[in-house]
């Protein structure tokens, strides 16, 4: 047979390469498993010797983030990974880059805690990622994928609604997407923009040098007068609720019929996958709803669903109970909602959630 | 077509690598494939194990409760993986170090003595491709000429100068297996 362009690689090398690919201007991390394959695969790949892009180990995590503020503030297309303890050091950086409306792309390889945790896989950072974090009222975008190809996929889509928003966006991965292999098509190489290019995209409010012809830029999310600063939150708002109203997406399966929906996400949405199947093969009609941005969480389908009558949800999340919150909020009372999780770095297997879905919500 | 498959023994044995040379040749044969690992710290000599699947369609969970085959490489991989293995599957493992032995009647049982065999070459590091051929032995789910490809693929170029050698522990690890039941 014909050697076909399609690789086989891990969540967290394609990362990597579809980073380089997409052109973005450069990479600022620092290792922890279950994500080290991200730089390690780019210190391999040398993009600085082709596209240009940086690739830097910093000192520390709130290096990593704070670079990323630096060269998102030159309008840039910056990135960081990590994995959960990671991400919490970062987190004043991100609100601080949420305030100052900067565009850039964060990853959460997430592994089980609280604290060092474990280095396997879990989904316990949904709050952290979807309802804060860092301080302040602020938003980041959160993509899930739950496949390596979405892991390639969402980098692209990421830095694009990034820069959209002006607004921090975020791949909410886990250890078992980071290092699971699977077929891969990798996007052809774009080039990285040129300084002209940032100028016309970017002009308006990047750090990049100030022309004769306007007034300076300045990157900040200080400012001491209340009213001032009312009006910067209201702005953000208003940008938040535009990607509530243009911004969600979520794949259905088997949902149209269903008179349970699971809810599920990244690599739990796979599991649960195959939980349907069996499910479907019982004669029972169960549907999966997954969420592919987390942040905007795709309430109104979920809503939908409760008002067509289906009898129960099923939030299953690598957690001891986190997205179910946003899963009863859109319910709103019309069905039972239950959760089912498992925790500290435990995967739960298809025929564990069915049987968590007929205890919790069909036998009842 | 379908095989979900779990490959556990101690990490130096090659159990990845193993599994991703059966993967990448499940990509030439262009099935959809998942290689979902165990990983932490285990270095050489802890436990190891990963999981492929290797399917003609979408593949939905790449973890697995049940498995169509297991190879298994250690004592504490025989207590935690025969039971798992689909009633009509197919368990293979390696005698050496093995205390005790498969009890099950209601699957396809296989040894395959590649540790005393490499040990008796002289060449330890053909260990993994030998069981892989054993494997491949048992359950042809991969056409041979892929294999090869995979072979090449999965090894880093400076290893290319083992690939007819590894070739060759494919093809007598085919050779070596032997049914028990």
Redesign the interface.
């Known amino acids: ?1 014909a ?1 076909k362009e ?1 690789k ?1 690689m891990k969540g967290n090398e394609v990362i990597a390469h579809a980073a380089i690919r997409y052109g973005c201007d450069g990479y600022f991390g620092y290792p922890i ?2 994500q080290s394959e991200v730089m390690e695969t780019l210190m391999e790949l040398k993009p600085w010797e082709t596209t240009g892009m940086v690739v830097l180990q910093a000192e520390s995590e709130i290096s990593s983030i704070n670079m990323v503020y630096g060269g998102a503030s030159a309008g840039k297309r910056v990135m960081t990974s990590s994995s959960s303890p990671g991400i919490s050091l970062m987190a004043e950086g991100i609100s601080y880059l949420a305030g100052a409306e900067l565009p850039c792309l964060i990853i959460n390889c997430q592994r089980g805690g609280p604290g060092l945790g474990t ?2 896989p879990s989904q316990g950072d949904y709050f952290q990622a979807c309802k804060g974090g860092g301080h302040g009222d602020y938003r980041l975008i959160v993509l899930a994928p739950n496949s390596v190809q979405e892991m390639h996929d969402h980098v692209a889509l990421a830095f694009d609604l990034a820069f959209k928003y002006r607004n921090p966006a975020m791949i909410l991965a886990d ?2 997407i980071g ?5 891969v098509v990798l996007a052809p190489q774009r080039p990285r923009k040129t300084d002209e290019e940032l100028r016309a995209e970017c002009g308006s409010w990047a750090a990049q040098g100030k022309p004769a012809t306007r007034g300076r830029n300045v990157v900040t999310s200080l400012e001491l007068q209340s009213e001032k600063m009312e009006i910067i939150n209201q702005r953000l708002q208003a940008k938040y609720e535009a990607m509530e109203r243009d911004e969600v997406r979520y794949e259905a399966i088997d949902c149209d019929d269903a008179d349970y929906v699971i809810v599920a996400f990244g ?1 739990s949405a ?5 939980t ?2 069996m499910a479907r093969a019982e004669g029972l009609k169960v549907g999966l709803l997954r969420p592919i941005t987390l942040y905007p969480f795709p309430s109104k389908p979920i809503a939908e669903l409760a008002s067509r009558g289906v009898k129960g949800f099923l939030a299953a999340e690598l957690n001891a109970g986190q997205m179910v919150e946003d899963v009863r909020l859109a319910v709103e009372g019309k069905a039972p909602v239950a959760h089912y999780g498992r925790q500290g770095g435990m ?1 739960f ?4 959630v069915l049987e968590a879905l007929k205890e919790k919500l069909i036998k009842k | 077509m379908k095989e979900t498959l779990i490959i556990a023994g101690f990490g130096g044995q090659g159990v990845l690598s193993m599994g991703k040379i059966l993967a990448y040749s499940g990509v030439m044969q262009d099935y959809e494939v998942t290689w979902m690992p165990s990983y932490g710290p285990e270095m050489r000599g802890g436990t190891a194990n990963v999981t492929v699947i290797l399917s003609d369609r979408k593949i939905s969970s790449p973890i697995a409760h049940e498995f169509d085959t297991a190879i298994i490489l250690n004592q504490q991989s025989m207590e935690k993986f025969e039971p798992m293995v689909k009633p009509g599957g197919v368990l293979i493992y390696d005698t050496n170090g093995i205390t005790r032995h498969p009890v099950r009647e209601d699957i396809s049982v296989y040894a395959i003595d590649a540790t005393s065999e490499c040990a008796r070459m002289g060449q330890a590091k053909l260990f993994n491709t030998m069981i892989l051929g054993g494997y491949l032995k048992v359950c042809p789910v991969v056409e041979m000429e892929n294999v090869m490809i995979g072979l090449k693929k999965s090894l880093p170029e400076r290893a290319w100068k083992m690939l007819s050698a590894n070739e060759e522990a494919i093809r007598h690890g085919g050779e070596i297996i032997r049914k028990i039941r």
Request: with cysteine; net charge negative; hydrophobic share 40%.
């Open positions: 047979m050697e399609v086989l498993t279950p280095i396997q250890g078992a290092q699971m292999m699977e077929k690599s796979r599991i649960c996958s195959a349907v199947e995967l297997n298809p025929d564990e």
